[in-house]
């Protein structure tokens, strides 16, 4: 079993950036994939960033070239820095680990983009 924890949310102007980190209480190190995820109210849940093992990361269009997903494997944490945040980027954000026969949820941490 692993845990997850996010942290990072807040409330941020238009234009401004954060950095949301999700810890693993175990090793990532085998994780198949590692990603984020939001939901905004009143939709569904979409992929915002995701990690491939040896594989180059995958970005939704919408944060393409803003958002940027990393791992520090000795800290067993991934990131998600957000830049140039507007308010459609506002939701809960999700952490997800795969790993072969285990799929793992963070409990999410608010992100509000607003003036």
């Known amino acids: 079993q692993v845990h997850l924890v996010e942290s990072g949310g807040g409330l941020v102007q238009p234009g401004e950036s954060l950095r949301l980190s999700c810890t693993a209480s175990?090793?990532?190190?085998?994780?198949?994939?590692m990603g984020w995820y939001r939901q905004a109210p009143g939709k569904q849940r979409e992929l915002v960033a995701e990690m491939y093992s040896g594989r180059s990361p995958n970005y939704a269009d919408s944060v393409k070239g803003r958002f940027t997903i990393s791992r520090d494997n000795a800290k067993n944490t991934v990131y998600l820095r957000m830049n140039s945040l507007k308010p459609e980027d506002t939701a809960v954000y999700y952490c997800?680990?795969?790993?072969?026969?285990?799929?793992?949820w963070g409990q999410g941490t608010q992100v509000t983009v607003s003036s």
């Open positions: 997800n680990v795969r790993f072969i026969g285990a799929n793992y």
């Open positions: 175990g090793s990532i190190f085998s994780a198949l994939t």
